[in-house]
């Protein structure tokens, strides 16, 4: 139920804010019963479950927001603090790498979870609704969707992981963390949407 829904998408940085090193950001919104008889002053019906599920109804994200959970997607549950601090440079020319910050890790029952759907994501583009990226020499993983249209010029989306240089154990090169986010015009899947931006942002690693 909707109780469920709300947790794991909390474990994956849903709802609250980032923290990323830059102000005004925005937390948005995980509704729940609680918050819908809060502000709207009526009750939670299992239609709103079902809207919450897909990602609409009264969910609010944001682009980064999907960036991290990207990430933790590719990572299978590993969560680091995004930043755009990469170095800091001294007097004397040395540089100071940033470390990545470890968040609470997403925690599946069932780790296989991890592969089914990172193999979903890889069939959008080699048999699904990203056709149009087209077959590059690197594994692309992906999810395309169309956002409630708040207006005809930007709703839809799109998010993508590149392979990386680990290797799993036949050989093969597992999907890294590299997330593209993409926003698009309406009718993004034939006309001007967010697939045909994308892919010159994606490069293969290695």
């Known amino acids: 139920g909707i109780d469920r829904l709300d947790d794991?998408?909390?474990?994956?940085?849903?709802g609250k804010p980032?923290?990323?090193d830059m102000g005004e950001e925005l937390g948005?919104?995980?509704p729940t019963p609680a918050w819908k008889m809060k502000h709207l002053g009526i009750s939670w019906y299992a239609g709103d479950t079902v809207q919450s599920g897909i990602g609409q109804g009264y969910m609010e994200t944001t682009p980064l927001q999907l960036a991290a959970a990207t990430v933790a997607l590719a990572n299978r549950g590993a969560r680091y603090q995004p930043t755009l601090l990469d170095a800091v440079g001294l007097p004397n020319g040395v540089k100071l790498k940033q470390q990545a910050t470890e968040l609470s890790?997403?925690?599946m029952n069932t780790p296989h979870y991890w592969h089914v759907v990172l193999h979903a994501m890889q069939g959008v583009i080699t048999r699904g609704t990203g056709f149009r990226f087209g077959r590059p020499q690197y594994s692309v993983a992906a999810k395309t969707g169309t956002a409630q249209v708040y207006s005809k010029q930007y709703n839809t989306w799109s998010e993508e992981v590149r392979d990386s240089d680990q290797c799993d154990g036949s050989g093969k090169k597992t999907v890294g963390a590299d997330?593209?986010?993409h926003g698009g015009q309406e009718g993004g899947l034939f006309q001007n949407g967010a697939r045909p931006q994308k892919r010159p942002l994606v490069r293969p690693v290695g």
């Not at 794991?8 to 849903?14: D, N, T």
């Open 28 to 30: 948005g919104n995980i």
């Open 179 to 181: 997330p593209q986010i």
């Open 18 to 20: 980032t923290g990323i």
């Open 8 to 14: 794991i998408l909390q474990q994956f940085g849903f």
């Open 105 to 107: 890790p997403v925690m």
